[in-house]
């Protein structure tokens, strides 16, 4: 029972392109989200949040999506370099401490 | 500024033999927290640490201890491991509960 799901195991994206990752959720009692990057042999970096009572937040290069209707989010990187290459996971709590992380997506992105 | 520290990066062990993975951090965060990352799934939270001398379950705290020596310090140990517990185990903390967490580079962990 998977509360938090990434359908995307891999993306491939040019440079210079939109990237768009994401995560779905069944719990509609989540109510705030994050977004982590992780590079091989590190633990994850923090990229951005979003809270339940919003549907959308943007930081830089990284946008944030929040379909509550649908309980769908993504993550839009534009436009995206090849720095941005990781395995980026989708994380969502329900009032506490305890998040619930997808199985990541790895980005790829091609110079 | 170290940020979050794990020791040992890498670690063999036999079926049975014990262990203490070691975290600290010092940002002067209240909230320390441990998972593992297994392959095809995300990262699952063992327990979490709200403050010194209090730790709370999480999703897989089974065949695992932890301690809270003090604010800066986070330890996790494995009484009698087990082939299962071959993984990826990250330490991380933030200042509140809630609140971006900031992760270690993880201890790679594997029992035979």
């Known amino acids: 029972d998977q509360q938090v799901k990434q359908n995307s195991p891999s993306l491939s994206v040019q440079e210079g392109r939109i990237s768009i990752l994401n995560c779905d959720y069944t719990n509609s009692m989540f109510d705030y989200f994050l977004w982590y990057k992780k590079y091989p042999a590190e633990g994850p970096t923090f990229l951005i949040s979003?809270?339940?009572?919003?549907d959308k937040n943007e930081d830089g290069r990284f946008t944030v999506f929040l379909n509550k209707s649908a309980k769908h989010l993504s993550l839009h990187i534009v436009p995206s370099q090849p720095g941005d290459s990781a395995v980026y996971f989708c994380?969502?709590?329900?009032?506490?401490?305890?998040?619930?992380f997808g199985t990541g997506t790895r980005l790829k992105v091609l110079a | 500024n170290a940020g979050v520290t794990q020791t040992p990066k890498f670690q063999v062990l036999k079926t049975g033999q014990s262990m203490t993975l070691q975290c600290a951090q010092d940002m002067n965060h209240n909230s320390m927290y441990w998972y593992r990352q297994d392959p095809g799934m995300g990262l699952r939270l063992i327990y979490y640490?709200?403050?010194?001398?209090?730790?709370d379950k999480g999703e897989v705290p089974n065949g695992y201890n932890v301690s809270r020596l003090n604010k800066r310090e986070f330890s996790l140990r494995l009484e009698s491991a087990a082939p299962s517990q071959t993984s990826v185990y990250f330490c991380?903390?933030?200042?509140?509960?809630?609140?971006?967490?900031?992760f270690g580079p993880g201890t790679r962990l594997l029992v035979l």
């Open positions: 991380a903390s933030s200042e509140e509960p809630r609140v971006t967490q900031y």
């Open positions: 994380a969502a709590s329900e009032r506490t401490y305890k998040y619930i």
């Open positions: 979003i809270s339940s009572i919003k």
């Open positions: 640490s709200a403050s010194e001398g209090t730790t």
